[in-house]
């Protein structure tokens, strides 16, 4: 059963405003494992090319110095840097992690890390909430932030991201022997933090067009986490087959519906940024889009897995700041941010960067 679209704008009379992306900033840890060294760490010997099967090279892994909280400040610094902006300038800060680890692996529910991350920055009066939705966390966050922005209920506000997420693959290299392992997944990922600040604009202005979700329950369990054993933090069990086949089977017919309803066409999407799992997967699911639509977007999918591997909800703004920083964006041109998540969840921001954004990476015209 497929579901419908929560469309948070589209539909009903136009909202007052409009929303644009004003900077996005990230942070990566300094240590780099790659494949070959985490392979060698598995206490079975699994004979698994684990390189080939994903295109993962290589990740980036916080080895204690960092953690959920200090990865999402360190981006907020960063984003708010790009933008000449303090935190005094924040209506609200939204966290969107899975991982909530500060000081170790000890996951904090209270105080919330959206208001540690607020106190850090300086955003001393700013509203702040947590909202995790898998890996889709930041792209949900967005998609409610941009619509209280348009309706006038705030200007500006950030959403943030830590992820310490690269402890399960540390726990499933110890239980890992063959291929069909559902703890396959688990080496896939990468520690990373994000940060996305998006501002009031004129009604009609390049920024957020388009953003919506739905949820297709009937895989929900294809992807589960939770503390097993005596292994440190949690361990992840994962259907990677069957969350691809549910992936490629809804996205082209609710990708088909979201574009419908911002009246453009798959040619018109210059960029798409996709939930970050491995190399082949994103090809596969690029070449069935095409297959569905037609016809594909103007470029290739970005691809960063090769570097940085999966790193949960930070996907999209890693690969986005990479695509920014290297001039591979343009003003004017339009983004597509699908997530794919746990859930199973897919959505869609669509958004058109404007010339101010790009200039803050160096790459003005």
Known sequence: MRDHWLVMEGDGPP????????????????????????????????????????????????????????????????????????????????????????????QWVEPTTSSAVARAIGAENAMTFDLSNACAGMLTGVTVLNDWIRQGVVERGLVVSGEYISQLGQNAARHIRTILSKELACLTLGDAGAALLLERAPSGSMGISLAGFTTVADHSRLCLAYPKGDDPGARMFTDSRGIQRAAIADTPYLLHEILDTAGISMRDVDHVITHQTSARAIRKGMTALADSFGEGPRNDAVITVDRYGNTASTTHTVALVEELEAGRIRAGETIALIALASGLEIGVVLLTVDEELVNRYGHGR
């Open 15 to 106: 909202a007052p405003f409009g929303t644009r992306l004003a900077a996005a900033g990230r942070h990566l840890p300094a240590t780099r494992l790659s494949t070959d060294e985490l392979m060698a760490t598995t206490r079975h010997d699994t004979h698994i090319d684990l390189e080939r099967l994903t295109g993962i090279h290589e990740r980036r892994v916080s080895v204690g110095e960092e953690d959920s909280y200090t990865l999402a400040t360190s981006a907020a610094v960063d984003c708010l840097e790009r933008a000449q902006q303090n935190g005094a300038t924040l209506d609200v800060v939204i966290s969107c992690s899975i991982t909530k680890f500060r000081d170790g692996l000890t």
